[in-house]
C-alpha cells in the first residue's frame, strides 16, 4: 500500500537525473528500502546483490556502523562549518591532510566539493586562474576522450562526450575538443597494446597542433572510462599520456571519480602507472557514498603558481557553502580507514582475481564480444556475431533488457550505450558473493539468448 503510494508521488514530483521524463511518468521508479553488505531490498521485498555499488561509489558496503558513529557525533558536536573567511574545521584539515599522505606525488592540496561534477568544474575553472595569472591567457581550450564522462554541470558536460549529455543544452562549447578513446577491441588497426598507446599519442599531438600549441590549456581523461562503456586502455596508456601532456606543455587532469579509492587495485589508478598528475579530480569512493563530497587535488606547482601569481590579497574567487562540510569530512576520514586499516582496499584486491576469473568464463557466451576488467571494474561488451564484432541493433535495447532481467534474477548492473553491461561491486565483496554475483549474471545471459 504505502510503496505504490510512493511511487505515485515519485512519478507526479520527483525529477530524476538521465532518464526519460515522459517514459518514467509511465514505468514510474523501483523504490530502494535498505541495505547490507553487498544487497539491497527494495520496497517490495525484493533483494539483490548490487554489483555495482550504488553508482560505482559504495566501495566500502552498505551497513557500516562506525561510519554511522561519526557521522552522528559529528552532526552533534559541530554539524556545519563554513571554509570561507578562515575558519576551518578539525575533519577537513585531517580530510586533506590524509588525502595529502595517500595520493601520488605532490598532490598536496585539497579543495572540497559536493561531488564529482562540481570537482570538475572547480578543475576546469582553476586551469583557467592558472594562465590567466601567469599571463598565458590564449590558454582555453580543453580536450577530453569521446565517450569520456565528467559529469552533468553546464562546463563538465560539453568535455563528457555522450550524445545524450548534449543534446538539446547547446554543447560542447567552442573550446572543447575530443580525441579517439584508447579502446582496444574497437581500434581500427587492430587491438595491439603499444600501437594503441601510440595512435592515442599521436592523435592528442595532432589535436594539440591543430589547435596551437600556444591555446591548448589542459587534456582531461579518466583512467579508465566508466560510463562511456568501462573502456579499459592498455597499462602504460595513461603515462604515455601524462608524459605527451608534459613535453606539449599543457596541464592533465586524472578524472579518478571512479578509479580512486581502489577501485582498480591501488588507491588510484594514476598510482598504478607511478604518475602524477597536475590536478586529480575525485568523489564517489571518497565519502563510499554515505554522503555527498568530491574533491580537486593539486599538485605544488599548480597550486603554488596561483597562490604566488594571483593579484597580492585578492581572494581566489572560488569556493561553495558546503566546501570541507564537517559531516561528509568526518565520514571520508572513516572511510579512509576502513580502506587501509579495515582491509577493505586488500579485500577488494583479493577478490578482483576471482571476479576477473569468473567474468573471464563468461567470453565463451555467444552474446559477449569482449570483457574487459581492473580491479572490481569490469565492462561485458556484447555483440550478435562474435568474429565480426557486430553491434547489436540499437532499437533492441538489449543490454538495458538484460538489466532489467538481471534486477529480477537479484543482481544490479548498468548497461551502457546499449552494448556494453558495467560492473563495479563493493570492494568488500567476498569470494563466495563474486561467486554469486556471476552465477546470477550468467543465468541473466542465458535467459535472453
Ligand atoms: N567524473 C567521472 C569520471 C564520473 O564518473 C562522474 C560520475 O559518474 C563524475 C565526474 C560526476 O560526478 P557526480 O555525479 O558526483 O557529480
Redo the contacts with the bound molecule.
Keep these: 500500500m504505502l510503496s505504490n503510494s510512493l511511487i505515485e508521488l515519485d512519478r507526479e514530483h520527483l525529477v530524476h537525473p538521465v532518464i526519460s521524463w515522459r517514459g518514467h511518468e509511465e514505468t514510474g521508479a523501483t523504490v530502494l528500502e535498505k541495505a547490507q553488505g553487498v544487497f539491497v531490498t527494495d520496497s517490495a521485498g525484493h533483494e539483490s546483490l548490487d554489483a555495482f555499488a550504488g ?2 561509489c559504495v566501495n566500502v558496503g552498505y551497513g557500516h556502523e562506525s561510519i554511522v558513529e561519526v557521522a552522528a557525533e559529528q552532526m552533534r558536536r559541530l554539524p556545519y562549518a563554513t571554509g570561507y573567511f578562515h575558519f576551518s574545521s578539525e575533519p577537513a584539515i585531517r580530510l586533506a591532510t590524509r588525502l595529502a599522505e595517500l595520493a601520488p606525488g605532490d598532490l598536496n592540496h585539497a579543495f572540497f566539493t559536493l ?6 568544474d572547480s578543475a576546469v575553472k582553476l586551469v583557467r586562474a592558472y594562465y590567466n595569472f601567469t599571463d598565458q591567457p590564449e590558454k582555453k581550450h580543453f580536450i577530453s576522450l569521446k565517450r ?6 553546464s562546463v ?1 558536460s560539453g568535455l563528457t562526450a555522450l550524445p545524450v549529455f548534449h543534446e538539446g543544452f547547446d554543447l560542447p562549447l567552442p573550446w572543447q575538443h575530443y580525441i579517439s578513446s584508447p579502446y582496444p577491441y574497437r581500434h581500427p588497426e587492430g587491438e595491439d597494446p603499444e600501437r594503441v598507446i601510440r595512435d592515442s599519442v599521436a592523435e592528442l599531438e595532432s589535436k594539440v597542433a591543430e589547435l596551437g600549441a600556444d591555446k591548448v590549456a589542459a587534456f582531461i581523461a ?1 583512467p579508465i572510462q ?2 562511456g562503456g568501462v573502456i579499459v586502455p592498455p597499462t602504460g596508456w595513461l603515462k604515455a599520456m601524462r608524459d605527451a601532456c608534459h613535453r606539449l606543455d599543457i596541464l592533465f587532469i586524472a ?4 578509479t580512486g579509492f581502489g577501485r582498480t587495485g591501488p588507491m588510484f589508478a594514476c598510482e598504478g602507472e607511478e604518475i602524477t598528475p597536475d590536478i586529480m ?1 575525485l ?2 569512493g571518497l565519502t563510499a557514498g554515505y554522503s ?1 563530497m ?1 574533491a580537486v587535488l593539486l599538485s605544488e606547482p599548480f597550486y603554488r603558481t596561483i597562490a604566488d601569481n594571483a593579484k597580492a590579497n585578492a581572494p581566489v574567487g572560488h569556493g561553495f557553502t558546503y566546501s570541507g562540510h564537517p559531516v561528509s569530512a568526518a565520514v571520508g576520514l572513516e572511510v579512509l580507514r576502513l580502506y587501509t586499516e579495515g582491509g577493505i582496499l586488500a579485500n577488494g584486491q583479493r577478490s578482483a582475481e576471482r571476479f576477473s576469473q569468473r567474468l573471464g568464463e563468461l567470453a565463451e557466451h555467444p552474446l559477449v564480444g569482449d570483457v574487459r576488467s581492473r580491479g572490481l571494474l569490469a565492462g561485458i561488451e556484447l555483440v550478435t556475431d562474435k568474429t565480426e564484432k557486430t553491434k547489436p541493433p540499437q532499437e533492441l535495447g538489449i543490454a538495458k533488457h538484460l538489466a532489467k532481467h538481471g534486477y529480477a534474477n537479484g543482481v544490479i548492473f548498468r548497461a551502457f550505450a546499449d552494448d556494453v553491461i558495467g560492473l563495479a561491486p563493493p570492494l568488500s565483496i567476498t569470494l563466495d558473493e563474486v561467486d554469486l554475483m556471476a552465477e546470477r549474471l550468467t543465468k541473466t545471459l542465458n535467459d535472453i539468448l
Excluded at 569520456?148 to 554541470?153: A, F, I, M
Design positions: 553508482l560505482w561531488g564529482g561534477s562540481d570537482a570538475v569520456g564522462y565528467h559529469g552533468s554541470s563538465g579518466e566508466g560510463s578524472d579518478e571519480v571512479i579530480t568523489a564517489k555527498p568530491g
